[in-house]
């Protein structure tokens, strides 16, 4: 178990997802990878590139035609594949004119836009006969990461890396090994490869220096406010399907959030990913280490690096990852950390990749207790925050639905197994002090649950008014710990897992309104907040 969930006792052990046969010719068509270069400032002209390999099961060389379509685009490559190989056709716009695709529809996060898709349709012959034939889903949009990294000579750099020019380029800039990591005023950073300042792939920027080191993403060449939260799990017994997982991205979309970190990777299903295109979610994707110096190190680096390597591989094509994290709360050992470096280089370069959730090019963890709004103004989770923790106890009419009678009141040992916690970082008493100081003690579930819907409401506005208030100036990002609950629990979430909205949802929907107006703490002072992309005329 964690903060947010007791321990399952099976472990979900045992096929929790669907198992297929599909029968093919000789010739295979393997993961793709598509990737989109905007080369004018105005986004009227689209690149895309797309890979797509085919690997040859038979035991005889076999020449074939791959073709891939998208709405009105068509391209097609002779290929020659070796028996029991791997080769991959390349498609390109120096090659294949209709790649350039003039008014493009991109693909944008929640808030900035439509998150535009377009099915690719791929399909390969074997002696004139159809052998293989693959459809999915896409985005044209280019990501990029403003962040400060270490240059050659020790100076730290505010730069803007197009780590997909870079890859196409063929260099590698980032260096995220555990030697090349720095501690630097506010935090640390990674270190940029010698000699890549001069990359085209690399620009430096200006910005605020309280910023420094923090990361900032760019979607499309827009800065992006990233207001979201954590999921821990999708589903704590992995009922997994597109219509039980799809009010939850519709609630998210509603709340006006615009990222998910997939926590520990614990999510890895198609429908998760699809969702998280088709609401404009971007997200942070985990692999599998947690905490360093509290659990377990991988002791078997060859196989956590192949199941890494295929669910890179299955799930690049989705235009809502935006990120690859080695590690919750810590850097993976350097012999796994240099692995999943260039892993990702390979198989998906155009990504960044993080070696840990928190504190390198971003924010720290927490808190995750009650605090009083004003600190979400002054001190609390300042830069990219990835986890921001605050409790949200659910509506009166979910926590009846979820406990038994007897157990629903007082607080009692069924609270606390629903994650009521009672002790450490993650405790309830400042929760509970607080509604006591400020709205008097509770007396019965109905008056404790109306009491409590009153800071659920004001802290998560405040959470992300917080933000609003030192955005691009000490603010990049800041996400919940937790947005989405994987059972009925009483603590972290903005609703409840039967999709029952609590206060929170309402405070982080008025808190991310991409245009709004708010008095920041303690100051009094009045905001006019416009994260939309468009500028404001004429506001009175």
Do not use: C
């Not at 940029?192 to 760019?218: F, I, M, T």
């Not at 070696?355 to 207790?369: A, F, M, Q, V």
């Not at 069924?414 to 709205?439: G, I, N, P």
């Amino acid at each position: 178990g964690w903060d947010w969930i007791p321990g399952i006792r099976d472990r979900n052990t045992g096929l929790w997802q669907g198992v297929e046969l599909q029968s093919t010719g000789a010739l295979i068509i393997g993961d793709p990878e598509v990737s989109t270069d905007l080369p004018k400032d105005d986004n009227s002209l689209a690149d895309v590139f797309i890979d797509v390999p085919v690997t040859n099961v038979g035991d005889t060389a076999l020449d074939t035609t791959v073709n891939a379509s998208f709405d009105d685009v068509s391209v097609a490559r002779r290929i020659s594949v070796p028996p029991r190989s791997t080769v991959t056709a390349r498609f390109n716009p120096s090659e294949h004119a209709a790649l350039h695709v003039r008014n493009p529809k991109l693909w944008w996060p929640n808030g900035y836009g439509a998150p535009a898709l377009h099915q690719l349709r791929l399909a390969v012959d074997a002696g004139g006969t159809v052998s293989d034939r693959r459809q999915l889903s896409f985005g044209m949009r280019k990501v990029t990461y403003e962040l400060s990294s270490l240059d050659q000579h020790g100076d730290l750099e505010r730069v803007e890396v197009d780590l997909a020019e870079a890859k196409r380029l063929g260099t590698p800039i980032i260096d995220e090994r555990n030697a090349a990591l720095r501690k630097v005023p506010n935090g640390w950073a990674n270190s940029l490869r010698p000699g890549s300042e001069l990359s085209p792939a690399v620009r430096k920027v200006v910005s605020d220096p309280r910023l420094s080191p923090n990361l900032v993403l760019r979607v499309n060449g827009v800065r992006i406010a990233a207001r979201g939260g954590n999921w821990g799990m999708d589903e704590m017994m992995k009922r997994v399907e597109r219509e039980r997982l799809e009010p939850y991205f519709r609630l998210h979309r509603d709340a006006g959030l615009n990222i998910i970190r997939n926590w520990m990777g614990q999510s890895t299903e198609e429908n998760f990913f699809q969702l998280a295109d088709e609401y404009g979610m971007m997200v942070l994707n985990d692999f599998w280490e947690s905490t360093q110096d509290n659990n377990a190190e991988a002791e078997d680096v060859p196989l956590f690096l192949e199941n890494a390597r295929d669910v890179v591989r299955r799930f690049r094509t989705h235009p809502s990852i935006v990120m690859w994290i080695g590690r919750n709360e810590g850097v993976p050992q350097p012999i796994l950390q240099t692995a999943l470096q260039d892993m990702i280089w390979e198989e998906d370069g155009g990504r960044l990749y993080k070696g840990s959730s928190r504190i390198i090019n971003l924010g720290g963890s927490g808190p995750y207790n009650w605090r009083s709004p004003e600190g979400y103004f002054t001190d609390f989770a300042k830069g990219f925050a990835v986890e921001v923790g605050t409790p949200s106890f659910p509506t009166l009419e979910a926590w009846q639905r979820a406990v038994p009678g007897p157990d629903q009141w007082p607080v009692n040992d069924t609270w606390a197994y629903h994650d009521w916690h009672q002790e450490r970082a993650v405790s309830v008493a400042s929760f509970m002090d607080a509604m006591k100081l400020r709205l008097g003690e509770a007396t019965s579930l109905p008056d404790f649950e109306r009491k409590a819907q009153l800071l659920n409401y004001e802290s998560h506005r405040a959470i992300f008014e917080g933000m609003n208030a030192g955005l691009w100036r000490t603010n990049s990002a800041r996400m919940l710990w937790m947005s989405h609950p994987a059972w009925p629990s009483a603590n972290f979430q903005i609703y409840s897992s039967d999709y029952d909205t609590h206060a929170s949802f309402y405070g982080t929907r008025k808190g991310t309104e991409p245009i709004h107006i708010q008095m920041n703490l303690p100051d009094r002072s009045l905001t006019l907040v416009n994260t939309t992309n468009a500028p404001l005329q004429d506001v009175t």
